[in-house]
């Protein structure tokens, strides 16, 4: 559910026509919804309700200071995976303990930034990392908590480039080396172990590898224990599913995945966290593009759009489908014809979608692209030296813009020629 709707014949965010937003900040741009930025994070909050928790927001999934505060002030915590992403929580106040850092590739100047300036904890990837943060810790004169990730072997049943919990990924340690590297870890004096992470995926439609996965966690939880370890925290990682399409079959909602961690995990008294960024960001966000020109091909029409590949990467990079609907409702009746809608990139690969139903469409109309909140602007380049597109805020029947449109100066000025040119 978000709060993108036709009211009047017209697109909506929220309480503000999508065409108004068009008009004072220019095509292509994304914008939000803080009431769903809200709601989504609330299902979470709600659905782990009775257990001590914590929903830490994926910010890689969508990353804006005023999002980011947004969430804050709702309480939510942070995973975040490098610096900037540290610095970002921070600056949207954040507090240190609220923030958790994951990531294969830490390195040693990373961890010095989040440990000097507070941390809730490490979850730790391999044994070379955990000597890292070991001596980092022991130069400032600080013990790390950390929890190790755990690559449970499991199938997400998702696209092969966002599963990351079988064996053959680059994520966590295997589990059955758990007890080996746990005992490694304890070993380290710079260090406090106080749980166990598990992240298996992304975009997650069934409910069934999270139970695998959690069931692999809780019988981890136990045997550690048992061999001395104080397990009291665990990080149970994001993935959880967006609907991209209003026709197919709904993934499980928070408050059954919510019930599943508690059926599988709730015996044992630990606090929980999750980190969920899809789900928060996904479907509280619209790419809106206008239709620069209309072309005829052989057999088909293509309508080519001022956004391209380089705003929205998903479906090149992920073959992913998001819906596209006109901003001006098509009237009852419409006849709906195939399109191809393709940015202006050079590339083949800047096709969005393939023979889309559409209402007739002619140059100038504008298109919005759902579920285009999360991994959609932070993933996005200059490539054709197209300006990062803005991104805009709404709530309720406000806006604002949360990151303008940089001007080609602007863009050009940051490169430095060298001084023998
Ligand atoms: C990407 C990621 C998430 C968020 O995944 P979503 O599918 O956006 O919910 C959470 N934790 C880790 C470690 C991640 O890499």
């Not at 966290?273 to 239709?291: K, Q, T, Y």
């Not at 014809?337 to 979608?353: K, R």
Request: proline share 6%.
């Amino acid at each position: 559910m978000d709060h993108f709707l036709y009211r009047d014949g017209a697109l909506y965010a929220e309480d503000v026509p999508v065409s108004e937003i068009a008009a004072s900040v220019g095509t292509p741009f994304y914008v939000y919804s803080t009431a769903t930025l809200l709601r989504h994070f609330q299902l979470f909050d709600d659905a782990l309700e009775g257990t001590e928790h914590l929903v830490c927001y994926a910010m890689k999934a969508a990353s804006n200071q005023a999002i980011l505060r947004t969430l804050a002030q709702a309480g939510a915590g942070m995973d975040v995976v490098s610096e900037g992403e540290y610095r970002r929580a921070r600056a949207a106040g954040v507090p240190g303990e609220k923030i958790v850092f994951s990531g294969v590739g830490k390195t040693a100047q990373e961890i010095r930034t989040a440990l000097s300036e507070g941390i809730r904890q490490f979850n730790v990837e391999s044994e070379p990392e955990m000597e890292v943060i070991n001596a980092v810790a022991l130069d400032l004169g600080v013990v790390a908590p950390i929890t190790v990730r755990v690559n449970p072997d499991v199938d997400a049943k998702t696209h092969a480039k966002i599963a990351t919990g079988k064996s053959e990924n680059k994520f966590g340690i295997p589990i059955s080396r758990a007890s080996e590297v746990y005992a490694h870890a304890a070993s380290l004096p710079g260090l406090e172990v106080i749980g166990i992470d598990v992240h298996i995926g992304s975009q997650l439609t069934e409910l069934e590898p999270f139970k695998l996965a959690y069931e692999k966690v809780a019988e981890l939880t136990e045997q550690l224990r048992s061999e001395g370890h104080n397990i009291r925290r665990l990080d149970l990682g994001g993935g959880l599913g967006i609907p991209y399409t209003r026709s197919n079959e709904a993934p499980p909602l928070p408050v059954e995945y919510g019930k599943l961690i508690k059926d599988t995990l709730g015996h044992l008294g630990c606090e929980i966290e999750i980190e969920p960024g899809r789900l928060i960001a996904g479907n509280a966000g619209l790419l809106v593009s206008d239709v620069i020109y209309v072309k005829s091909g052989e057999g088909r029409d293509f309508l080519i759009v001022d956004a391209a590949m380089n705003d929205l990467i998903r479906p090149a990079m992920y073959e992913a489908h998001h819906d596209i609907v006109a901003v001006k409702e098509p009237a009852p009746g419409t006849e709906m014809q195939p399109y191809d809608i393709v940015g202006p990139v050079c590339e083949s690969g800047d096709t969005f979608a393939k023979q889309r139903n559409m209402p007739p469409l002619k140059s100038g109309d504008l298109i919005a692209f759902r579920s285009a909140g999360a991994y959609g602007a932070v993933m996005s380049s200059e490539y054709n030296t197209r300006p990062l597109i803005p991104e805009v805020l709404v709530n309720g029947d406000q806006f604002a813009v949360i990151r303008p449109r940089p001007t080609f100066d602007e863009i050009i000025n940051r490169d430095t020629i060298p001084e023998w040119l």
